[in-house]
């Protein structure tokens, strides 16, 4: 382990392949402090230009830009009292009281420290848990490999939206478009009308950019955003926020556990992450009930360290099962696919320098992206007082062309503007769109696997004793599912309170 973990950190220090990784923290603190943007949006713009690059300098670029985002969207979220991504929604509930009695400058330093070590508490829990994995991954064959893929979708769609049923819904209509195409087994023309644009099925990156971005920029221009002045002193006591985050260091581990083992659960992510956390900070912290929401730095430090290292964690399911462990882990995958790198053993024997790669661009993201925010909010600040009209014409044009060169053809346009009118009336009438992308990434996947085990083993593959076991685990999600939401939403309101 020690000498692909040592290439690893050699790949990386390729000025070539360190180069894309500061490309990717900028990009990512860029749209992280951008209130409705963040790493999912970035990802969906920038993954078509991946293209061109080799595996090593795409994955920095990648995991740099997701790995940051949840810092610097803090920002606004103190400041305005605005979440920079979802993930940043509980920080609001003491950061921005905080910020009103003249301390910004404490919650924003607590925040980038507590983001800095959960994120490396992260990569540390996926840089010790390979050589467990890479026991379990070869006992698993591809009727296990087909269970996991249907057990990523389950998850996924068991826990979204505003209902449960709604999710699964999304994701089976996902897993529709994705076959879309010709059948890989047979050659038989499915749903393509004719057209042979279609024969290769729908490209990925005119269904992410249409699901993704589009909505959330027509959201953007709809609502509209004023102009506004960064307050003059808004780093004003960022060591008092730093030496807090060590103060309560029991409390920074105990969220980093947290958000690290809610990031390796499929469909979970960031969103759940924070609250969960700050919940578990509110009711084991001395005095909390009588503090948190009125401007309390355990509140900031507890939801900024696990909303951080969930990363490390949905990098788990997702180079080892191929499962994502998120959205923005979804996107990955799809990068994979471009690469044509296949997640689970392979990831773990052939490509084992990759993975650890992976590790050092998380540790070192999150120790560049912390010290660029300590030391340039003031700066970085003024992005979230931008009006949104003069900043969405170049993010548009961005997302046309990288649409368009995915097959250089008129369709690809018409496929991103017809998931894009789906993506935000989905957005409108609150049906979740993360399970929509997740079953047409792992539609594919699921259908090759199934077909060899198919073939190999016949009906009988689902008596497998694995199959069973994640066959009970796929069925305990979605009875989970259904009341893990009620719950959720009842927390939620309590905490607001």
Sequence with gaps: MLEPFILGL????????????????????????????G????????????????PFQSFAFMIGLTSIACTSDTIPAVLISVPGTAASMATILDGYPMAKKGEAGRALGAAYMASMLGGIFGAAVLFFSIPIIRTIIFLFGAP?????????????G???????IKGLLVGGFGLFLGMVGLDPVMGVERWTFGQLYLWDGLPLIPVGLGIFALPEIADLVIRGTKIAEVPKKVMKGASIGVRDVFKNYFLMIRSAIIGTWIGAIPGLGGAVADWVSYG??????????????????????ASETSNNAKEGGALIPTLAFGVPGSASMAL?????MIQGITPGPD?????????????????FANLMGAGICLVLTKWIAKLCFINVHRLMPPILVAVFLASFQTKRSLGDLITLLSVGSLGWLMKRFDWPRPPLILGFILCRISENYFFISLDRYG???????????????????????LRQKKTEDAIKKKLLK
């Excluded at 990955?332 to 994979?336: D, E, H, R």
Aim: with cysteine; net charge neutral; proline share 5%.
């Design 459 to 481: 009906p009988e593959f689902f008596l497998r004793p694995i199959v069973l076991i994640i066959l009970v685990i796929i069925l305990a999600t979605l009875y989970y599912g």
């Design 158 to 164: 068991a826990i979204s939206g505003n209902e449960p």
């Design 332 to 336: 990955i995958l799809g990068g994979f």
């Design 280 to 301: 578990h900070a509110l009711q084991t912290e001395k005095g909390a009930t009588n503090t948190f929401g009125k401007g309390d730095v355990r509140g900031v430090i």
């Design 10 to 37: 050699t790949h990386l220090l390729i000025p070539a392949n360190f180069f894309f990784l500061i490309i990717g923290i900028l990009v990512g603190l860029t749209l992280g402090v951008i209130p409705g943007l």
């Design 144 to 156: 296990e490999l087909f269970m996991l893929t249907i057990l990523g979708i389950s998850m996924v």
């Design 347 to 363: 990831m773990l024997s052939k490509h084992l320098d990759l993975t650890f790669l992976m590790v050092w661009c998380i540790i």
């Design 39 to 54: 790493g999912l949006v970035g990802l969906s713009i920038f993954l078509p230009f991946s293209f061109t690059l080799n």
